[in-house]
């Protein structure tokens, strides 16, 4: 992002994030995406992609299972529900906990290789733990129906201080709500802290290592130094952000389903991350917040909605707008996020990022020139 | 390089970041309840209500999806006085005039399940925060339609289950804040008992496929206890993936478990899947312990038939309602729905179409939007003339109780959609049961 990289610079970016982020509920309203569950998929999506890019974009490891830790994160905060209580700090803190450590169990064996079979590893574990949930831990998961809150559910801490209601109690934060906007506010602030550990891991000297990985593992290796144990660490430090969204996922919505393991789901945060930048810091923040904002928004969009913003066409015409506008919205979102996926693949490799950087670089050798050309006489004299 | 120069120290931008960052979060905090709505989503002073319409447009239920929607964008019609009227011509008792509902414009958004409940409630909630539904509906998936069932307890918005046929939905899952029109698997078993006696005797062997969700365990539950109760055996019950797409490996051991009688405890395209691939091997084709070999489908439809083609003739299951009813109900919704699409409807139409205008109707009836009011006039409300007879909405677990069919593939078809042909109307008193034997808790009004 910032074109020479010094604390203070850093600093700008760390403040000038956090501000965009909290005041998402302000500047999102022009595009109708402003209310509270939306955006806290944009704050948890974000520390999903944040964290996979420390994998993916740092160290250079494709991973294409990293939902199977977004799952375990869900079901653990779901359980620390359940049995514990219904203040989300426990449930954050087991699921990013357990998340680590089964992280560490999948890397301990995916680490062993790399490149593509390292990405196929992982994707075999990923459905592998999807199918687990599916079936055969069912009494833990509850399968396909997702594990969801009942009203007699021990919560044995919740118990000791408050007398149980009339319906299920809702998910807080020391007595803040965690549905709506309350939740929002707590997934931002996460978010904007998970950002602030990236950037320090990719300034600080581990960082270095990771990047000195990706850029040649074997003269790594050739002069003495054994770099699965970096590798390793980093796969972990993933896996806990994938268990931190996970878990705020439940937060904000306290259910667990299988379908969050899906193969899919681990495709998708790799889209996400190819879409805002590989490798860069504010990349993957904003690869997730455009998936999210086409499959919430553009999905909703039917035939009546279009029509309405094509009243102003003649009939005809309005008529065929609408047919071919239609394709592109409403159940064929989806076309229209690979559309975009494959021009950004073909023409910016380097994601939405790169797009800034050259239309700035565009900006700068213009300036550049007008005042080399200002300058032109001065040299003539 | 100058990265060891000191420019503002990092604590200084920190502790002004997060001066800033109070400052600017406040006013949100303190705005959340200035507005003081009474209840969530009340429409207030505007002159229109809006309903939230969320089904599943991709995945193995996409069919039924488009036909649910179709009936509501109907119903929508019918409520604000458009088109034919419909059922508000033939609903006994009848509330609502033909003007909207409370002098207000029905509307409504749309969203899409995709048969997950991830993405059904974040669809809903969509709604419900940012289009300010009062009501939200749809169906296909039970495991879907129960996550958002406890999603509208927690946000206070009535939901009307569409399709949903297994017996948690009202049974050990239920809310006060979610109703089902349609029937469930309890009563597809009580329906579908004397008629398995009937046509295939006292001595059978079942062996049963079944969707591994909520739905199929609680319809294999039911038709199980059915069907031992008329003194089957039961070889096995076997649980598949849903949307298996290739159910041959489920299929190959029935041929050598002597079992006589296959049960597809399957839906959608997944039993158009399995009935297609069943018949492909042969099964009905076989003699096993001197029977033919028989294949049941408890849950029907019309379009799952459609798509199953000649595979279905004569194969035996139940429909909550089926389009060449007789009774002037049905005959007005096919007559506008045909009408209007310009094909008969499906049962997930119906249903949907219903479920629409019973929110409407007991909206009315209560004369406010006030959620614990609507659900108070939903309770025990007894009606008819909406196809199925008279029909009534207990109480106790808010699933209504109606006549259910049993249906039979139609061996002689006289057009592409007369593919089921109605055996029997259940009447209602012999499906019905006793609300506390699925246990659950509806909770309170006051969400």
């Keep these: 992002m910032m074109s020479k990289i010094t604390p203070r610079n850093d600093n700008v970016m760390m403040g000038l994030f956090a501000v965009a982020v909290l005041t998402m509920p302000i500047w999102l309203m022009p595009i109708g995406a402003s209310y509270p569950d939306l955006m806290q998929k944009f704050a948890i999506f974000g520390i999903f992609a944040i964290g996979f890019n420390i994998l993916f974009g740092l160290t250079g490891y494709l991973s294409f299972g990293h939902a199977a830790f977004l799952g375990v994160g869900s079901y653990t905060a779901v359980w620390s529900f359940k049995l514990l209580s219904m203040n989300v700090l426990p449930a954050v803190v087991f699921a990013v906990l357990v998340a680590g450590a089964f992280s560490f169990l999948i890397g301990f064996i995916s680490l062993r290789r790399s490149g593509i079979y390292f990405s196929i590893l992982t994707l075999a574990f990923a459905q592998m733990s999807y199918n687990l949930a599916y079936s055969v831990l069912t009494p833990i998961t509850n399968g396909e129906t997702g594990l969801q809150l009942a009203k007699s559910d021990p919560r044995v801490v919740d118990a000791l201080f408050v007398e149980a209601g009339a319906g299920i109690p809702s998910t807080n934060f020391f007595g803040i709500a965690m549905s709506g906007y309350g939740g929002f506010y707590f997934c931002a602030i996460l978010l904007i802290v998970g950002f602030y550990l990236s950037l320090r891991i990719t300034r600080s000297p581990f960082g270095m290592m990771l990047k000195a990985i990706k850029s040649n593992q074997n003269r790594m290796s050739y002069t003495g130094l054994n770099t699965r144990p970096y590798a390793l660490t980093a796969f972990v430090i993933s896996g806990m952000y994938a268990g931190l969204a996970g878990s705020l996922l439940a937060v904000t919505d306290p259910l667990a389903g299988a379908e969050r393991m899906q193969w899919t789901a681990s495709g998708e945060v790799v889209l996400m991350t190819i879409l805002g930048g590989v490798g860069t810091l504010i990349g993957p923040v904003l690869g997730a917040g455009i998936i999210k904002y086409f499959e919430n928004i553009f999905s909703a969009f039917n035939e009546s909605i279009l029509t309405s913003i094509f009243s102003f066409l003649p009939d005809g015409l309005q008529d065929v707008v609408v047919s071919v506008v239609g394709l592109f919205v409403g159940e064929g979102w989806h076309l229209t996020l690979g559309l975009l996926f494959m021009i950004i693949v073909i023409y910016l490799p380097g994601g939405l990022v790169e797009g800034a950087q050259r239309i700035r670089t565009y900006a700068t050798k213009k300036r550049e020139k007008k005042s080399a050309a200002s300058h032109q006489p001065q040299i003539a004299e | 390089m100058d990265e060891i120069k000191k420019g503002v120290s990092r604590r200084g931008v920190l502790k002004g970041g997060t001066a800033l960052a109070a400052g600017l979060a406040a006013p949100t905090f303190f705005m959340r309840h200035a507005f003081g709505a009474d209840f969530r989503n009340n429409p207030g002073d505007s002159s229109s209500v809006t309903f939230g319409f969320n089904v599943p447009q991709t995945g193995a239920y996409a069919d039924e999806g488009a036909d649910e929607l179709r009936a509501y964008k109907l119903a929508i019609k019918h409520i604000n006085g458009e088109g034919d009227g419909g059922l508000l011509n033939t609903m006994q008792p009848l509330s609502l005039k033909g003007d909207g509902i409370l002098g207000k414009k029905a509307a409504y958004v749309t ?9 059904a409630r974040a669809s809903a909630k969509r709604m419900i925060e940012k289009d300010g539904v009062i009501m939200y509906s749809g169906g296909s998936s039970s495991g879907v339609a129960i996550a958002q069932q406890s999603l509208a307890q927690e946000m206070g918005i009535v939901f009307m289950n569409g399709l949903t046929h297994s017996n948690d939905t009202t049974g050990k899952d239920k809310r006060r804040y979610g109703f089902r029109h349609f029937f469930n698997a309890y009563m597809s078993g009580a329906a579908l008992g004397p008629v398995l006696e009937a046509e295939m005797g006292k001595e059978r062997s079942a062996y049963h496929l079944t969707a591994d969700y909520t739905w199929g365990w609680t319809q294999e539950e039911s038709i199980k206890n059915t069907t031992e109760g008329l003194g089957w055996q039961t070889a096995n019950a076997v649980k598949t993936p849903l949307g298996a797409g290739d159910f041959s490996q489920y299929i190959t051991p029935v041929l050598n478990s002597g079992a006589d009688v296959l049960i597809l405890n399957h839906y959608g395209k997944d039993m158009i899947n399995s009935l297609t691939q069943a018949v492909q091997f042969g099964l009905r084709d076989k003699q096993v312990n001197g029977k033919d070999f028989q294949i049941v489908v408890p849950l029907y439809s019309r379009l799952m038939a459609q798509g199953a083609g000649e595979n ?69 409300f007894e009606f008819d003339g909406m196809g199925n007879g008279k029909t009534l909405y207990r109480a106790e677990d808010h699933q209504c109780f109606k006549d259910v069919l049993v249906v039979k593939g139609n061996d002689n078809p006289s057009s592409q959609f007369d593919l089921l042909e109605v055996v029997q109307e259940v009447p209602r008193s012999q499906v019905e049961y006793d609300a506390s034997i699925f246990g659950g808790e509806l909770g309170p009004y006051e969400a």
């Design chain 2, 111 to 119: 969203g899409d399940t995709q048969t997950k409940s991830d993405a």
């Design chain 2, 312 to 380: 279905i003739k004569g194969i035996f299951g139940t429909t909550n309602w089926n389009w060449s009813l007789q009774d002037a109900g049905s005959q007005a919704f096919v007559k506008s729905f045909g009408q209007e699409y310009g094909f008969p409807p499906s049962q997930a139409a119906h249903t949907c179409y219903v479920q629409t205008l019973l929110y409407a109707n007991a909206c009315q009836m209560a004369g406010t939007f006030y959620p614990p009011e609507v659900i108070k006039a939903l309770e025990g």
